[in-house]
């Protein structure tokens, strides 16, 4: 069986940094890509990173700079590296495992319960 | 930076038909997934490749496309049917991921 079991998540001061864990089982982690996406309270889902299997990493303007994604194959394991967080950087954060079905097209076929990330003095 | 939108919200009797659009300018070059969110739970994909249902989905649920608008279905609406509904896709690169402003569905 597939499990995404997300860690890490907490309340941090702005401008403050923490590290977010995804620990995966059931399949063979090295050969999927993984994202992050996160949830304010009440709002809509935002992509927030992915890397590929060969360690190629993507963000999106709003966390680029700050945020760091990385994956230990060995442990079957995800992180996400958050730095100069802001209070708009608060959300629930998912993992999710990208299932590439053809032609270089993906959707996210499992997700974890996610992570609360509280940015707040 | 590029976007998807969709209606904040839509309602429905149960046995009806509820329509959820999304709408972008790179829809015609990248295919959209749709996916269900309810309260307190992770999203569940229920529409792939614009239109192709995964295992385990009912019928009920389709998707279609036109031009830079997507479409999710529903037909004959059931009261667990009810929740958050999300269209994603990517940006014309295809490296960045995309979802829309969601479309809370409910079911009257």
């Known amino acids: 069986e597939v499990q995404l079991v997300e860690s890490g998540g907490g309340l941090v001061q702005p401008g403050g940094s923490l590290r977010l864990s995804c620990a995966a089982s059931?399949?063979?982690?090295?050969?999927?890509?993984m994202h992050w996406v996160r949830q304010a309270t009440g709002k809509g889902l935002e992509w927030v990173s992915a890397i590929g299997t060969a360690g190629d990493t993507y963000y999106p303007g709003s966390v680029k700079g700050r945020f760091t994604i990385s994956r230990e194959n060995a442990k079957n394991s995800l992180y996400l590296q958050m730095n100069s967080l802001r209070a708009g950087d608060t959300a629930v954060y998912y993992c999710?495992?990208?299932?590439?079905?053809?032609?270089?097209?993906?959707?996210?076929?499992?997700w974890g319960q996610g992570t609360l990330v509280t940015v707040s003095s | 930076s590029y976007e998807l939108t969709q209606p904040p919200s839509v309602s429905v009797s149960p046995g009806q038909t509820a329509r959820i659009t999304c709408s972008g300018d790179?829809?015609?070059?990248?295919?959209a997934y749709w996916y269900q969110q309810k309260p307190g739970q992770a999203p569940v994909l229920v529409i792939y490749k614009d239109s192709e249902r995964p295992s385990g989905i009912p019928e009920r649920f389709s998707g279609s496309s036109s031009g830079t608008t997507v479409t999710l279905t529903i037909s004959g609406v059931q009261a667990e049917d009810e929740a958050d509904y999300y269209c994603q896709s990517a940006d014309s690169s295809g490296t960045h991921v995309v979802f829309g402003g969601g479309t809370k569905l409910t079911v009257l």
């Open positions: 999710a495992r990208a299932y590439y079905y053809g032609s270089g097209s993906y959707y996210f076929d499992y």
């Open positions: 790179a829809l015609p070059k990248q295919y």
């Open positions: 059931g399949f063979t982690f090295s050969s999927y890509d």
